[in-house]
T-cell receptor, first 113, second 114 residues
Framework: DTGVSQDPRHKITKRGQNVTFRCDPI?????LYWYRQTLGQGPEFLTY????????KSRLLSDRFSAERPKGSFSTLEIQRTEQGDSAMYLC???????????FGSGTRLTVV | QQQVKQSPQSLIVQKGGISIINCAYE??????FPWYQQFPGKGPALLIA?????SEKKEGRFTISFNKSAKQFSLHIMDSQPGDSATYFC?????????????FGTGTLLAVQP
């Protein structure tokens, strides 16, 4: 499978717990993006990397959120001290610089109870 | 502040009909306008995209019409099929890059009735 892979597909966690999601982009893609999508809304930009460098972060990405892409390949998104408002679909996408657009993964659905 | 406004929120079309979804943007710096299609449980998939130097782009049954002066663009799906039933998002970005940060509309849920 040469698509964008996200793990886990679903995560249920208790409020206050930490969670970590993983994204494996298409191997030749140097850009990687994280978006968040709530029910009935379009995806909202969180952050993106070019290779291992995090080039932009949204104001939506509070201090409780951190993303890494240590070797310019896979990426992780961690949410600390989860809140009910963090419940959403977290989408990862990748692209090649100068390419025609993104390829999204199927997302990780987070439910905070 | 919603930079990309999309309408309608939902749309029901008969098989073989034309589906039309509209978007309006505010930031004149936007210079790349894609449409994405999303099926339940899947991530969005790029359908078609346009840059502001052309007024129309057609790919198969899908056409984007772009009106730079009105800051509006629309997606037309000709000969709509039940398999087209999905949520459609318009988006915009700036910096002449198809791989820059995207600002998405709120989506249109399309149902094509057989």
């Amino acid at each position: 499978d040469t698509g964008v892979s996200q793990d886990p597909r679903h995560k249920i966690t208790k409020r206050g717990q930490n969670v970590t999601f993983r994204c494996d982009p298409i191997s030749e893609h140097n850009r990687l993006y994280w978006y968040r999508q709530t029910l009935g809304q379009g995806p909202e930009f969180l952050t993106y990397f070019q290779n291992e460098a995090q080039l932009e972060k949204s104001r939506l990405l509070s201090d409780r959120f951190s993303a890494e892409r240590p070797k310019g390949s896979f990426s992780t998104l961690e949410i600390q001290r989860t809140e009910q408002g963090d419940s959403a679909m977290y989408l990862c996408a990748s692209s090649a610089t100068g390419g025609y657009g993104y390829t999204f993964g199927s997302g990780t659905r987070l439910t905070v109870v | 502040q919603q930079q990309v406004k999309q309408s309608p929120q939902s749309l029901i079309v008969q098989k073989g009909g034309i589906s039309i979804i509209n978007c309006a943007y505010e930031n004149t710096a936007f210079d790349y306008f894609p449409w994405y299609q999303q099926f339940p449980g899947k991530g969005p998939a790029l359908l078609i995209a346009i840059r502001p130097d052309v007024s129309e782009k057609k790919e198969g049954r899908f056409t984007i019409s772009f009106n730079k002066s009105a800051k509006q663009f629309s997606l037309h799906i000709m000969d709509s099929q039940p398999g087209d039933s999905a949520t459609y998002f318009c988006a915009a970005s700036k910096g002449s890059g198809a791989t820059n940060k995207l600002i998405f509309g709120t989506g249109t849920l399309l149902a094509v009735q057989p």
